[in-house]
């Protein structure tokens, strides 16, 4: 669920692992990223969120 909300929202997707700062700053750069760019660069947003999301699970995991 949170990969597929990545794709739409990566600050908000961000936030729900639980990285609080990391999220306001994804945030604000992502939206003039957006506004300026036309949304070429919200691919490379996408990438890091399914990278902290993948982190936050490996780290779930270990014993």
Known sequence: MNYVLALFLPPLSILLT????????????WIPAILI?????????????????YQTHADRREP
């Open 18 to 29: 639980g990285r609080i700062f990391t999220s306001i700053i994804v945030f604000l750069i």
């Open 37 to 53: 760019s036309g949304g070429l660069t919200h691919p490379m947003f996408i990438v890091l969120a399914w990278i902290l999301i």
